[in-house]
C-alpha cells in the first residue's frame, strides 16, 4: 500500500509563489519517479513537471518551464513543486502521482498520466488576478 499526501495549496495573487509538498510512504522503491499533473475546472488532468531519482533528472511542461521548480528529498520521501510568477491560468487542483520504477535518465521520466500507479487527492491552487 502507497499513500501519498500532499500539502501547500493556498489562494496567491498573481506574480505570486507557492511551495506544494507530496509525502510518499508505504511500499515504496525510494526514489521512485514522481510527478505533478494538474486539472482545472471543464479540463483534462495534465502534465506539470516530474523527478527521477536525483534533482538533475527532472522534466517540464512547457507552460511551467522557467517558472516551475521539482525537486526531492529522498530522506524524507517527498517531492516538492516551487511555483514562482504564477498566472491565473495556473489555477488547478494539483495532484501529485507516484510512479513504480526508478528513473536515471530525464528519457526514462514519463510525463504521461497513464504511467503513475498511485495518486494523492489533490490540493487546490488558486491565482487571483
Known amino acids: 500500500q502507497v499513500q501519498l499526501v500532499e500539502s501547500g495549496g493556498g489562494l496567491v495573487q498573481a506574480g505570486g509563489s507557492l511551495r506544494l509538498s507530496c509525502a510518499a510512504s508505504?511500499?515504496?522503491?525510494?526514489?521512485?519517479?514522481m510527478a505533478w499533473f494538474r486539472q482545472a475546472p471543464g479540463k483534462e488532468r495534465e502534465f506539470v513537471a516530474a523527478?527521477?531519482?536525483?534533482?538533475?533528472?527532472?522534466r517540464y511542461s512547457d507552460s511551467v518551464k522557467g517558472r516551475f521548480t521539482i525537486a526531492r528529498d529522498n530522506a524524507k520521501n517527498t517531492i516538492y513543486l516551487q511555483m514562482n510568477s504564477l498566472k491565473p491560468e495556473d489555477t488547478a487542483v494539483y495532484y501529485c502521482?507516484?510512479?513504480?520504477?526508478?528513473?536515471?535518465?530525464?528519457?526514462?521520466?514519463?510525463?504521461?498520466?497513464?504511467?503513475?500507479?498511485?495518486w494523492g487527492q489533490g490540493t487546490q491552487v488558486t491565482v487571483a488576478s
Open positions: 508505504g511500499h515504496t522503491l525510494n526514489p521512485n519517479t
Open positions: 523527478i527521477g531519482r536525483s534533482d538533475d533528472i527532472t
Open positions: 502521482g507516484l510512479e513504480r520504477a526508478v528513473a536515471y535518465t530525464a528519457t526514462g521520466v514519463s510525463v504521461r498520466e497513464n504511467q503513475y500507479d498511485y
